[in-house]
C-alpha cells in the first residue's frame, strides 16, 4: 500500500511505514531502528563486495535455470547501477549490527529487488515478481555471503589502495637510497653514536622493509581466493543448484579480475575467520615497521638548531599557533596514528574470530568493517607520506659528515690496530679534552699517519658489502 510519502510493508514481525523514497525495505529499517550506535555506515568496498556477489549470483542462477531471465536480468542491472555510483545512500546499516551480518546482507537484497522492480515497470516495496529472500538472494545465505563479501572487499582494497602504495613508496624510497648514497652519517644505536654509515643505505633499508612485507601480504592474501559461496547456511549447500558452486566462483573471479575457486570444505571456511586473522597480522607487521620508520625520519629531521638536521622532511603546513615559522613533520606523524589504529584493529580482529559458536561466527561484520578498513587507511597513509614527505626529502650533506667525523665510535676500526682497551682510552680522552680521535692517536704514536687515514676513510667504512 501507498501512500502520498510513505509505503506500507509487511515481514514476519507485522507492518510498518517505509519512506516512499527509500530502495531499503522493511528489515533494513528495523536495523536502522535498532542499531544506533557509531552513525558508522558501511564501508563502500564492502558495499561493492555484497553486490559484485549478488550480481555473480544473479548471472550464475539464471544460467543454471534457478530464476527467470528477465528477473536475473533486472536484478544485475540493479547491481551495476550501484557500482556505478547509484544508491550509495540507501545502504545504511550501523556497522554495530546483529550478528552475522544479516541486517546489512537484508539491506543489499532489498536495494537490489526493489531497483529490479522499477526496471521491470513495478513499484517499490511490491515484491511480487522480485523478492529480497526468493530471487536476490536465492541459494544464498547470510552465513556464506558474508565472509565471502570479506574476502572480495579485502581483495578489492588491496587491489585498489594498499598494493600500488606500497609499490609507488618502495620506488621512491629506491629513488632517495641512490640519490643519497654518497653521503656518509654517524650511525647510532642505542640512540648513542655508532660507526658511519650511507644515508642511502639507510633509505635503501627502509624500501626492502616494505617490499618484504609487501610480499608477506601477498602471501596472507592468497587465502582469500578460496571461497565458502554455495555452502548457504550451514556448509551443506541446502537449495542451492549443484553446480553453483563452480559457477558462481568463476563468475566471481572474472567480476573482479582475480582467480577464485571453491573452497575444499565449505563448512570450515564459512566458519574460520583464520585467513582475515592471518592478513591482518600481515598489515600489524607491516604497521610496525611503519611507525619505526616514521620515527627515524622525525629523528633525522629534528631541530633546525637543537637536533640531528641530518636531512629535511618538506614542510607542508605552519606547525604552530604560537611559534612562528616551526614545521612540524606531520605526514610522518600522520602514518605512525593511522599504523595505531591498525594494530588496534587487529586486536579486534584476533578477538572477534575466536568468538564464533558451532556453525558460524556472528562477529563477521565487526571483522569485515576492521579488515577493510585497515587496509585502505594504510594503504591512503601511506600514499600521502609517499607523495607529500618521502618524494620532497632532501639531505643536510654538511651536516651528516660532520656528525659522521665526530662520532667517538670511530675509534671501533682502531680496534684491530691498536686493541681494544687502547681505543677505549683514545675515546676517553677525545671525549674530555675535545682533541680528535686522530690528533690522540698520533700524539701518542699508537698508528703511523698513512695508515691511521686508511683506516679512519669514512667512505670506506660505511661501504655495505656486496649481497
Do not use: W
Not at 40 to 50: E, N, Q
Not at 315 to 338: H, L, T
Amino acid at each position: 500500500m501507498i501512500r502520498d510519502n510513505y509505503r506500507i510493508e509487511k515481514d514476519s514481525m507485522g507492518e510498518r511505514q517505509i519512506p516512499a523514497s527509500a530502495y531499503y525495505g522493511i528489515q533494513t529499517l528495523r536495523a536502522i531502528e535498532n542499531f544506533q550506535i557509531s552513525g558508522i555506515k558501511p564501508l563502500a568496498t564492502y558495499v561493492d563486495a555484497c553486490i559484485l556477489i549478488k550480481k555473480a549470483a544473479a548471472i550464475a542462477n539464471t544460467q543454471l535455470g534457478c530464476i527467470p531471465q528477465e528477473i536475473g536480468d533486472a536484478i544485475v542491472t540493479a547491481a551495476d547501477e550501484v557500482l556505478q555510483g547509484s544508491f550509495r545512500d540507501q545502504f545504511v546499516v550501523d556497522v554495530y549490527q546483529a550478528g552475522a551480518g544479516t541486517s546489512h546482507h537484508m539491506n543489499v537484497n532489498e536495494v537490489l529487488a526493489n531497483r529490479a522492480q522499477e526496471l521491470l515497470g513495478d513499484v517499490k516495496g511490491n515484491y511480487q515478481r522480485v523478492n529480497p529472500n526468493d530471487q536476490v538472494n536465492y541459494g544464498q545465505s547470510t552465513n556464506d555471503v558474508i565472509p565471502t563479501a570479506i574476502r572480495v572487499g579485502g581483495l578489492l582494497a588491496l587491489t585498489h589502495t594498499l598494493d600500488p602504495a606500497l609499490a609507488n613508496a618502495i620506488d621512491a624510497l629506491d629513488n632517495k637510497a641512490l640519490e643519497f648514497q654518497a653521503i656518509v652519517k654517524s650511525g647510532r644505536t642505542h640512540m648513542q653514536d655508532a660507526v658511519p654509515v650511507r644515508l642511502g643505505d639507510s633509505f635503501a633499508a627502509f624500501a626492502q622493509i616494505l617490499r618484504d612485507h609487501h610480499r608477506r601480504i601477498n602471501i596472507a592474501a592468497a587465502d582469500l581466493t578460496q571461497l565458502g559461496l554455495g555452502g548457504s547456511a550451514v556448509g551443506t549447500g541446502l537449495n542451492t543448484h549443484p553446480e553453483y558452486r563452480s559457477t558462481v566462483a568463476q563468475i566471481l573471479g572474472a567480476l573482479i579480475d582475480r582467480p577464485l575457486t571453491v573452497a575444499p570444505n565449505l563448512m570450515a571456511a564459512m566458519q574460520s575467520m583464520a585467513p582475515f586473522v592471518n592478513l591482518s597480522g600481515s598489515l600489524r607487521n607491516l604497521a610496525a615497521d611503519l611507525v619505526k620508520i616514521s620515527h627515524d625520519l622525525r629523528l633525522m629531521d629534528s631541530g633546525p638548531k637543537t637536533g640531528f638536521k641530518e636531512i629535511q622532511l618538506p614542510p607542508v603546513q605552519p606547525g604552530s599557533s604560537i611559534m612562528p615559522g616551526k614545521y612540524n613533520p606531520v605526514m610522518a606523524e600522520m602514518i605512525s596514528m593511522v599504523c595505531f589504529q591498525v594494530m588496534g584493529y587487529d586486536r579486534s580482529i584476533e578477538m572477534a574470530a575466536q568468538a564464533g559458536q558451532l556453525e558460524l561466527n556472528v562477529m563477521m561484520p565487526l571483522i569485515a568493517y576492521d579488515l577493510i578498513q585497515s587496509i585502505e587507511i594504510l594503504g591512503n597513509a601511506i600514499q600521502a607520506l609517499t607523495d607529500r614527505c618521502i618524494l620532497g626529502i632532501t639531505a643536510n650533506s654538511q651536516r651528516c659528515n660532520d656528525y659522521a667525523e665526530g662520532s667517538l665510535a670511530l675509534v671501533t676500526a682502531l680496534n684491530t690496530h691498536i686493541g681494544y682497551l687502547n681505543a677505549a682510552n683514545v675515546a676517553k680522552e677525545s671525549l674530555a679534552t675535545g682533541k680528535s680521535l686522530r690528533q690522540i692517536v698520533l700524539e701518542q704514536g699508537l698508528m703511523e699517519p698513512d695508515l691511521l687515514a686508511q683506516v679512519l676513510d669514512l667512505d670506506k667504512m660505511s661501504q655495505m658489502p656486496s649481497a
